[in-house]
């Protein structure tokens, strides 16, 4: 029985599959993969999963992240983004007591866990101010690349408005002003930071790990690390963590 696992980003969806001897690690874009990969039979909507070329006939299927409050698959389960991350970053990582900071591509989490368990958690998905949708929209006004964007921890402008809709006025004020633009990328990334550190610090954390796309950024990384007082450790698969976690999950509960 082949087990698939499935994190549907908002950018990304991430797919992990597993037979019980070979992991299959594939990302789509998200656009694409509504636009090729669903069935729609009136009002039922299910995953078409044979473009992994693997015989998925019976599969499980279990699903979690921002897409499942979208549509609901009528192949699929779901779990919560919070309980898929717990159980990747558990898994990952080893550690029963440690915070998560989980930073997607429209939203951030952060989940603390105590002795093996989720013991509380912190979203914001109502604001983009610290997710990577803050770091993309923000290289394309300073005409930079996001990976640019996301090594720059010099200099750090500071940045007052950290709306990711009215930073835009803020950002060309400066680059009006000649300020470099680098020292603005690394006012973006510290912004970023100051949004998600007070709800990993007041879990007074003795470990901190990171999950999510933009967590592979090392200036996010940093200002996390300085603002925190705790290194900030990235998970050694960021992106697929929340797949990871499903997988896990099964494997645990059928």
């Known amino acids: 029985m082949i087990n698939i696992a499935i994190d549907l980003g908002s950018r990304f969806i991430k797919i992990l599959a597993f037979d019980g001897d070979t992991e299959i690690f594939r990302l789509e874009d998200t656009i694409g993969f509504y636009k090729k990969h669903l ?7 299910a995953i078409d999963l044979d473009f992994l070329d693997i015989n998925t006939e019976n599969a499980h299927i279990l699903t979690t992240g921002y897409g499942r409050n ?20 558990k898994y990952q990582s080893g550690e029963n007591d440690f915070v998560l900071a989980d930073i997607g591509g429209q939203d951030s989490k952060v989940i603390q866990v105590t002795d093996g368990y989720i013991n509380d958690f912190t979203m914001n998905d109502k604001c983009a101010a610290s997710t990577g949708r803050f770091i993309e929209h923000a290289a394309e006004i300073m005409g930079i690349t996001r990976e640019e964007t996301a090594d720059a921890t010099d200099s750090p402008v500071h940045l007052t408005d950290t709306c990711a809709v009215f930073c ?3 950002l060309i004020g ?10 603005l990328a690394a006012g973006v990334n510290l912004s ?13 954390p ?13 200036a996010l990384i940093h200002f996390l690390s300085e603002l925190t007082g705790i290194k ?21 509960n059928g």
């Open 174 to 183: 400066h680059i009006a002003r000649g300020v470099p633009i680098l020292h």
């Open 168 to 170: 835009e006025s803020e």
């Open 206 to 218: 003795k470990r901190v790990f990171t999950s999510g796309g933009t967590s592979s950024s090392s």
């Open 232 to 252: 900030a450790e990235p998970l050694k698969n960021v992106q697929f963590n929340g797949a990871i976690g499903c997988m896990e999950y099964m494997k645990k």
């Open 39 to 45: 069935k729609r039979d009136g009002n039922n909507v």
């Open 70 to 89: 979208l549509l609901n698959f009528t192949n699929s389960r779901f779990i919560s983004e919070i309980k898929a991350h717990f159980y990747g970053a």
């Open 192 to 204: 970023i930071a100051r949004k998600i550190s007070p709800a990993i610090k007041k879990y007074n």
